[in-house]
C-alpha cells in the first residue's frame, strides 16, 4: 500500500539519524490498537502513533528503538525504565499525573458508545443500566464508564479488538471507545456492518484529560519539553498533517478540551 510504504520510509529515515552524542530513546508502544498502533502482516508495527514516534524522533535528531508493551503494564514498564517514553495514544489525566508525566497533547478525540444499530436504548445512565458495557481495562473509558455508568455491568477487557469481538458474538450490549477507533476499526468493517455510534459525543475532563500526550517520568523535564517542542514543529513543518492525512478525513488534534 501506498500509505505503509510512504511511512515505512519515514520510519526508516528517523531510525537511522544520528543520534547526536545521546543514547538511543526508547518508546513504549501498544501495537494492539488500530490505526493508531498495530501490527502489519510481516509484523512490523504500523500506525498514527507509530509514524508521529517515529517523526518526533526525527524531529529531536534521536535514534529511537519501539518497545511493544501490553497496554495494561505501560506505566509500570516505563517506572521500571524498560523504555524512555510511551506514544500509545494515552490520555492526560491528573490520576496518570500521580506516576508519570506528560508532554503536550498530540491529539484529541471524544468517546463514544457503540451498540447494534437496532439497539432500543440510549446511551444514558438510566439506558445503560442492567446493559453490559464493554471497555478495554485501564483505558480512561473504564473510568468514564464506571464513573457515569454506574447501573451497567462494566465487561473489562485487555484489548479494544477483544471489546469488538464480544459485541459482535453478543456478549455485551454495548462498548464505549475513541469515536475513531469505533468507526475505523470496527463500524468501517464488514463485521461493524450492523452496528451504529448509540448517542452523541462523551467528553469529561476528570476522566479523559486535556487529550493524548507522551508520557514520561517525572523529573525527566528536558526530554518533555523536547518532545513537547517537537510536536509543535511537526505541526508547524506539515509532517504531523502528513500522517494525520495518511489514517483520517480530518484534523484530530482537535480543539480545546471540553471543561477547561
Known amino acids: 500500500m ?7 520510509t519515514v520510519a526508516t529515515l528517523a531510525l537511522t539519524l544520528p543520534a547526536a552524542a545521546q543514547d538511543t ?22 500506525g498514527f502513533d507509530i509514524d508521529i ?15 511493544e508493551q501490553d497496554w495494561d503494564g505501560m506505566i509500570p514498564a516505563l ?8 506514544v500509545a495514544s494515552m490520555s492526560i489525566t491528573e490520576e496518570r499525573r ?18 447494534a444499530a437496532d439497539a432500543d436504548f440510549t446511551d444514558t445512565p438510566e ?7 464493554g471497555v478495554q481495562r485501564g483505558a480512561t473509558h473504564q473510568c468514564y464508564a464506571e464513573s457515569m455508568f454506574p447501573d451497567a455491568e462494566i465487561v473489562l477487557y485487555g484489548t ?40 452523541g459525543d462523551h467528553l469529561d475532563v476528570a476522566c ?12 525527566e523535564e528536558e526530554l518533555r519539553d523536547a518532545i513537547s517542542a517537537a510536536i509543535v514543529a511537526i505541526r508547524e513543518d506539515g509532517t504531523y498533517a502528513a500522517i494525520n492525512d495518511a489514517y483520517f478525513p480530518f484534523d484530530i488534534y482537535g480543539g480545546r478540551p471540553a471543561g477547561n
Do not use: K
Request: charged fraction near 25%; glycine fraction near 10%.
Open 2 to 8: 501506498i500509505r505503509n510504504a510512504i511511512l515505512s
Open 98 to 115: 500521580r506516576q508519570i508525566d506528560f508532554s503536550d497533547r498530540y491529539y484529541q478525540t471524544p468517546a463514544r458508545v457503540v451498540a
Open 79 to 86: 517506572l521500571g525504565r524498560r523504555f524512555d517514553a510511551i
Open 208 to 219: 479523559y484529560g486535556e487529550g493524548v500526550g507522551v508520557a514520561v517520568r517525572q523529573n
Open 160 to 199: 479494544q479488538e477483544e471489546v469488538f469481538r464480544d459485541l459482535v458474538l453478543g456478549r455485551i450490549d454495548a462498548q464505549l471507545s475513541d469515536s475513531l477507533i469505533a468507526q475505523e476499526s470496527f463500524l468501517s468493517s464488514d463485521e461493524g456492518a450492523d452496528y451504529a455510534f448509540l448517542g
Open 25 to 46: 530513546l526508547r518508546i513504549g508502544v501498544e501495537g494492539a490498537y488500530p490505526p493508531f498502533s498495530f501490527q502489519q502482516a510481516d509484523g512490523t508495527l504500523a
Open 53 to 67: 514516534a517515529m517523526a518526533l524522533c526525527a524531529e529531536m535528531e534521536r535514534e529511537c528503538e519501539l518497545v
Open 127 to 133: 439506558g445503560l443500566a442492567g446493559r453490559r458495557l
